[in-house]
Every structure is written in C-alpha cells, then in structure tokens.
C-alpha cells in the first residue's frame, strides 16, 4: 500500500471516528434528557474520538517511516557475504543504492552478482511486506484508539477540555518546529564554519583583503591554496546594499505619507495594492530589468559624460535592487502612520498648525520607531539578495567604494562556492558556511536592533 492512500485511509478512520463519536453523544443526550445533560456539546465527543484514533496511530507512522528503512537494509547487508560488503560508510551507501534499483526494476538483477541479485530479490519482497504490516499496524491502532473513545463516551466526560487541551500541545508542537528548525540551521552552518575555521584563521578571513577562494585539487598543483580575506566580499554588500537604501528609504517613506496623509481615498484605494504588485514580482525578473536595460543604460550615460562605468556595476544592481524594497518600506511605514490616533492630528490642527507641520512634527515622530524598526529590517532584506547582484554586479570580488565598478557580495559568493557536485572537505567549499554565518549574525543584528528601537521606543496610545 502506497504511503499517500495509507494517509487517506487515516483520514477516512479519524471522519469516521468524528461522526460515530458525535451521534452516540447524540444517543446519550436522548437518554439523559437533551443535550445540557451533556458537559460539552456534540461536536467535542467527535473531536475526542477523533483525536484518539490519530493518537496512537499517527505516532506508529512516524516511528515506522524513520526506522522501517534502516532495519531492511541491515538485514540485507547482513545477509550478504562479508567480501561484498564494503567497510566504509560511503560504499555500503552505494551499495544499498545499487540493490534498491535492482529491487525495483531499474537495473537488470542478472547483471549483478547472484548474491546481490538473491538480496535485492529479497529486499523487494521484504519492502512489500513492510508496507502490508505497516498500513496494518496503523489502521489497526487507528480503529483501537476510537473503538476505545467511543466506549469512554459518557455525559461526564469533559471532552471540550480534552479537545482543547490537545489543540494547545498541538500549537505548541508547531511553534517548536520552528524553533528547531531554526536551532538546526544554526548549528549546521556553525559546525562547518568551524571547520573551515580551523583550516583558515579567523583574522585571515575577517581582515583580509583578497578573496580567492579557487584551491587545486593535488597539493602539487599551482594554487593549492586560495585566499580566504572576505573584506572585499563585505565591502560589496554593504555598497550595494547602501545605493538600495539611499533609494529605497526616501522613495518609500514619502509614498507612504502621501498615501497616509494626503491622498484621497480612492486614489489610495487605487495606488497602494499598484505600489504593492511590486513585492511580488520575481527577484529575477530585476536581475534581468538592471542587466538589460539599467546597466547598458548607466553604461551609454557614463560614456556620455566621460566616465567609465563597467557592464557589471555595483550602481545598477543598487538601484534595481531599492526599487524592488521600496513597497517592503513603504507598506510597514503606511501601516505605522496610519496607526498613529486621529486624536492626536486633531489636537495639532486645533492649535493651528498646517497639515504639513502636523505630519512633520506630531505624526513622523510619533511614527519614527516603527518606521527605524521597518527600514532595519529592509536593509536585512537588501543584505540577503543574490539574483540581482549575480545579474548586475558580477562575480569577481573586488575591493573598491567606487559605485561604478564591478563587485560582489556575500550571497553571490554562497551561491559560486556550492554550484555542482562539491565535497564538504576542502577549505573552498567550507568558506561558503562561514560566509553564511556572518551572513547570518549581521541579519540577527539588525532585526535585534530593530525590534529594541521599536519596543523601546514605541508609543502607546489608549
């Protein structure tokens, strides 16, 4: 039985379950006088059954996917002669790899040694039989755990409580898979940076100034070690990242108080979901708006005027790269104006002020902690973009503040290091963790200092 249709059989069981659960309540109330004899109304008693045939039956699953594969294979590689089974881990990898294409079909079994094509007979059958045991096994624990609802059943029974409390293990459940996950990715990418740590020092890769990360493959070929110094990679992002904000900022915080302040109803009912089509517009699709029209277009400028701007330029990618934030700073600085009270404008009309002093002075600094807090966060966003700059800005580290040449940044650098099949042994491809850890650090503080200026100092209104 295929795992999807094991699934919906679950689910059949649990509808099932609900409905029995909810009509014997129904039957109970009858007898007992009506349904206020009952501690909780029907729709609970379903809800209990049902919860008690995913209970036992949905953690069987689990348990039997995760351990279900690594028992066969065991089996089978004990099975086999101690001379076909290689020592390390990697070739008894390839090995199981091998005896599961045969098992299915994909590789002809009579091309394999007969011991091998005797244990992929077997794997095959023995795959078989743990799918028929585990739909079993499972429907079987489903089927018990209602049966067993069904009989608790009684008007005493506090089933809404049960039902509410088992929702709230569930959305604790959930919140901590977001926690985890997140632990998990933060101690994956700190162990490799660790490693790449101990073969490059941590002074050569904060404060160098040359980034060559290319290393040979034999230690006797040329270049066998690269450079390591992520300055320029640092200096590019914070460039690019500085021509987006110095877009992005002024362009959307003066649209959101227009939209805020002055427009009219209808035009801001009009303007701001065209302002916000923007956010959903691929990040590649900029990449190829800056590569095909604002690089060629800075470049023919540049010429013009007589300086020399390169195809690649760290300018182009800036500019595309704000006006693609500007509906991310403009919608969360709308949203903290609009959130200032009315009463508070008023008040500042009332003394005889314009309306452009009252915005200027009452509203902004009203506003100004989420706005701090919005903009942080936006430049988080410019820090973390790679599909415009690999289009626009180029590849080549290159240390300079000059806007109008060729640079890179640290996620382009990501993307380069981890392209194609690579092997976590080599310096080269462990500087990618390190990158992504400080990567990750600089975003972790901005949205610290974000979320500290907002709650710090924030308003409150009553």
Request: net charge neutral.
């Amino acid at each position: 039985m295929q795992l999807s249709t094991l699934v919906l059989l679950l689910a059949f069981v649990a509808l099932g379950a609900l409905y029995a659960g909810r009509q014997r309540a129904r039957d109970l109330a009858r007898a007992a006088g009506g349904v206020r004899a009952l501690d909780s109304l029907p729709v609970y008693y379903g809800l209990y059954a049902a919860l008690w045939a995913l209970a036992p039956s949905l953690p069987l699953l689990l348990a039997w996917l995760a351990l279900d594969e690594r028992l066969l294979h065991a089996l089978v590689l004990a099975g086999l002669p101690d001379e076909l089974v290689p020592a390390d881990a990697v070739g008894r990898g390839l090995l199981i790899g091998q005896l599961e294409n045969a098992a299915r079909g994909a590789v002809n079994a009579e091309l394999l040694h007969p011991a091998l094509a005797e244990a992929a007979g077997r794997l095959a059958a023995w795959e078989r039989l743990a799918r028929q045991a585990m739909a079993a096994v499972v429907l079987g624990a489903a089927a018990l755990g209602a049966g067993a609802a069904l009989v608790r059943l009684s008007p005493a029974l506090r089933a809404r409580r049960a039902v509410e409390r088992a929702l709230v293990w569930s959305l604790l459940g959930c919140a901590s898979v977001a926690v985890l996950t997140t632990l998990g990715i933060v101690a994956s990418v700190l162990f490799e940076a660790l490693r790449f740590f101990d073969r490059v020092p941590f002074t050569e890769f904060v404060f160098g100034l040359e980034w060559s990360p290319q290393t040979a493959i034999r230690a006797d070929q040329v270049g066998a070690s690269g450079s390591f110094g992520a300055v320029p990679l640092f200096v590019g992002t914070l460039l690019i990242s500085a021509i987006a904000m110095l877009v992005a900022v002024p362009v959307g915080l003066l649209s959101a108080v227009y939209l805020a302040e002055y427009a009219a109803p209808r035009l801001r009912a009009a303007v701001k979901p065209i302002l916000e089509v923007l956010a959903g517009v691929p990040t590649v699709v900029y990449g190829f708006f800056a590569a095909l029209t604002v690089a060629p277009w800075l470049r023919d400028l540049g010429s013009s005027l007589g300086l020399a701007v390169s195809s690649e330029s760290a300018l182009a990618a800036g500019l595309v790269m704000g006006v693609m934030i500007i509906p991310f700073v403009s919608s969360l600085a709308d949203d903290v104006i609009t959130a200032v009270p009315r009463a508070l404008r008023d008040g500042s009309l009332a003394l005889g002020a314009t309306p452009s002093e009252t915005v200027a002075r009452v509203v902004f600094p009203a506003a100004l902690p989420g706005i701090v807090g919005g903009v942080l966060l936006a430049v988080s966003r410019a820090v973390g973009e790679t599909m415009i700059v690999v289009m626009a800005a180029g590849l080549a580290a290159n240390l300079t503040l000059n806007p109008l040449e060729s640079v890179t940044t640290v996620t382009v650098q990501i993307v380069t290091l981890l392209v194609g099949d690579q092997e976590f042994d080599s310096a080269k491809t462990l500087a990618a963790f390190a990158l992504g850890l400080m990567l990750f650090l600089t975003t972790l503080v901005l949205n610290v200092v974000a979320l500290t200026v907002v709650r710090r100092y924030r308003e409150r209104y009553e």
